[in-house]
């Protein structure tokens, strides 16, 4: 594809906040990208979508299918549908010749990612997954380092994820994403495939071999509900004011905090205190239920080991309920080793020093990345990550040479066949060949 300088023009499909997060380039650089028109089920986000980018009536589509029937009249998709519509959605855009930025997870299953990736490799559309934390400075500058050989062979990787006690229970206990069967991604599918990309992605495409994986649903359960609880926390519970999971404290306290993730179609609507009140008290819904009297059925914590074809093993910890949201990595090589947490900015580089007294044989790096990014709540930008991928994306669509950080679809099978391969050695209690 020859280069070219006019803007990408772009059709946003699901029009959520992580795609208005990414077209937001749109109205930042207009030389860059250009928003040509949106297909959502929800009237609300349509029309909030059209008066942002100025869309016309004959630019608004009420479905995919609708937008489908107008064949390529743009150059890319930003496909922001939920998990289970994204095979769905971007096969027929891989038909149409369409370039894709598709949200994670891409697949919800084995099948479906197997199936997108044949499809890109028939079509002249190219699919860029947005694993986000790929462009993070701070797993940038790892990366870097890594390929620049300062610590030598990898010997093992080690990350975590904690995921926060009011991020945990309003999206995975009460939100969109608490029982398998309505959500259809796993706790770990949807919050740490960027973990598992980030591995993948640091072992330069050596494949993983081995898979095994623990967890369960072991704290947000009736056993650890308090004493004479109620069901609704604004509406029969004595025990809601002193308790750390209170749909007031954590939800209508913060103005609406991940009211995305439980009432997404009122996002564009009446978001005053009132009406969010009103929300929690509705007995129909899940958002101010007591966290420990629902239906949920996802882990709330879960331990993933790979094998991969060097001998490298790789540990990931994910644990929901945590006091303090966090991303850890500890990479150790041959020659030194890397350690840092993500949310802080900094890590460490580790080097031997044979030469000095027992005690101070190691020499400790320390870099630090400026101020901490905004990573924690619903707006979070993965650490400055989300104003940086689309730029990539750009690069990709206009045939210019991409990042050391994209995502490409090709390039990101393997973090989602290690998680597809962890849930199912966690749910049979055995080590998985991906062979």
Same mark, same amino acid.
């Given at each position: 594809?020859?280069?070219s300088?006019?803007?990408?023009? @772009?059709?946003?499909?699901?029009?959520?906040?992580r795609?208005?997060?990414? @077209?937001?380039?749109?109205?930042?650089?207009?030389?860059?990208?250009?928003?040509?028109?949106?297909?959502?089920?929800?009237? %609300?986000?349509?029309?909030?979508?059209?008066?942002?980018f100025?869309?016309?009536?004959?630019?608004?589509?009420?479905?995919?299918?609708?937008?489908?029937?107008?064949?390529?009249?743009?150059?890319?998709?930003?496909?922001?549908?939920?998990?289970?519509?994204?095979?769905?959605?971007?096969?027929?855009?891989?038909?149409?010749?369409?370039?894709?930025?598709?949200?994670?997870?891409?697949?919800?299953?084995?099948?479906?990612?197997?199936?997108?990736?044949?499809?890109?490799?028939?079509?002249?559309?190219?699919?860029?997954?947005?694993?986000?934390?790929?462009?993070?400075?701070?797993?940038?500058?790892?990366?870097?380092?890594?390929?620049?050989?300062?610590?030598?062979?990898?010997?093992?990787?080690?990350?975590?994820?904690?995921?926060?006690?009011?991020?945990?229970? =309003?999206?995975?206990?009460?939100?969109? #994403?608490?029982?398998?069967?309505?959500?259809?991604?796993?706790?770990?599918?949807?919050?740490?495939?960027?973990?598992?990309?980030?591995?993948? #992605?640091?072992?330069?495409?050596?494949?993983?071999?081995?898979? =095994?994986?623990?967890? =369960?649903?072991?704290?947000?359960?009736?056993?650890?509900?308090?004493?004479?609880?109620?069901?609704?926390?604004?509406?029969?519970?004595?025990?809601?004011?002193?308790?750390?999971?209170?749909?007031?404290?954590?939800?209508?306290?913060?103005?609406?905090? #991940?009211? %995305?993730?439980?009432?997404?179609?009122?996002?564009?609507?009446?978001?005053?205190r009132?009406?969010?009140?009103?929300?929690?008290?509705?007995?129909?819904?899940?958002?101010?239920?007591?966290?420990?009297?629902?239906d949920?059925?996802?882990?709330?914590?879960?331990?993933?080991?790979?094998?991969?074809?060097?001998?490298?093993? @790789?540990?990931?910890?994910?644990v929901?309920?945590?006091?303090?949201?966090?991303?850890?990595?500890?990479?150790?090589?041959?020659?030194?080793?890397?350690?840092?947490?993500?949310?802080?900015?900094?890590?460490?580089?580790?080097?031997?020093?044979?030469e000095?007294?027992?005690?101070?044989?190691?020499?400790?790096?320390e870099?630090?990345?400026?101020?901490?990014?905004?990573?924690?709540?619903?707006?979070?930008?993965?650490?400055?990550?989300?104003d940086?991928?689309?730029?990539d994306?750009?690069?990709?669509?206009?045939?210019?040479?991409?990042?050391?950080?994209?995502?490409?679809?090709e390039?990101?099978?393997?973090?989602?066949?290690?998680?597809?391969?962890?849930?199912?050695?966690?749910?049979?209690?055995?080590?998985?060949?991906?062979?």
């Amino acid at each position: 594809m020859e280069t070219s300088k006019a803007p990408v023009s @772009a059709v946003i499909l699901g029009a959520g906040h992580r795609s208005h997060c990414y @077209a937001e380039l749109a109205l930042k650089r207009p030389d860059l990208l250009k928003i040509v028109g949106v297909a959502d089920l929800n009237p %609300d986000r349509i029309a909030y979508t059209a008066k942002r980018f100025q869309l016309k009536p004959e630019q608004c589509f009420a479905s995919a299918e609708e937008f489908y029937r107008k064949g390529r009249i743009a150059d890319a998709v930003i496909n922001g549908t939920g998990d289970p519509q994204h095979v769905p959605t971007t096969l027929p855009l891989l038909e149409l010749g369409y370039d894709v930025l598709l949200e994670k997870p891409f697949a919800i299953n084995e099948t479906e990612g197997e199936a997108l990736a044949a499809a890109a490799a028939k079509s002249s559309g190219k699919v860029m997954i947005c694993h986000v934390l790929r462009y993070a400075p701070f797993y940038v500058e790892i990366k870097k380092r890594l390929l620049a050989g300062e610590i030598g062979d990898i010997f093992s990787i080690t990350t975590s994820e904690h995921v926060s006690y009011h991020h945990y229970s =309003s999206v995975f206990v009460r939100g969109r #994403w608490h029982r398998l069967e309505e959500g259809k991604s796993t706790f770990l599918m949807q919050k740490c495939c960027h973990d598992l990309d980030l591995i993948s #992605w640091f072992m330069s495409g050596i494949a993983p071999v081995r898979v =095994s994986s623990l967890g =369960s649903l072991n704290y947000f359960n009736a056993a650890h509900a308090p004493e004479k609880s109620g069901t609704h926390c604004l509406v029969n519970c004595p025990c809601e004011k002193d308790c750390l999971y209170s749909a007031r404290k954590l939800i209508l306290d913060h103005d609406g905090l #991940w009211l %995305d993730y439980l009432a997404p179609e009122l996002v564009y609507r009446d978001r005053s205190r009132p009406a969010v009140e009103a929300v929690l008290r509705d007995t129909s819904r899940n958002c101010g239920r007591c966290v420990f009297k629902m239906d949920n059925d996802l882990v709330d914590r879960q331990h993933v080991t790979i094998e991969f074809a060097s001998g490298v093993l @790789a540990t990931h910890e994910l644990v929901g309920g945590t006091s303090r949201p966090m991303r850890k990595i500890h990479i150790i090589g041959s020659k030194g080793e890397i350690m840092g947490i993500f949310d802080d900015q900094k890590f460490t580089v580790t080097r031997p020093r044979p030469e000095a007294p027992i005690g101070q044989e190691y020499d400790i790096e320390e870099i630090d990345l400026g101020p901490k990014g905004d990573v924690s709540g619903a707006t979070a930008s993965h650490g400055g990550a989300d104003d940086i991928l689309p730029y990539d994306f750009i690069s990709l669509v206009r045939g210019e040479t991409p990042s050391i950080s994209c995502t490409i679809l090709e390039d990101s099978l393997n973090g989602h066949r290690i998680g597809f391969a962890a849930d199912r050695a966690m749910r049979e209690r055995r080590v998985i060949d991906l062979n």
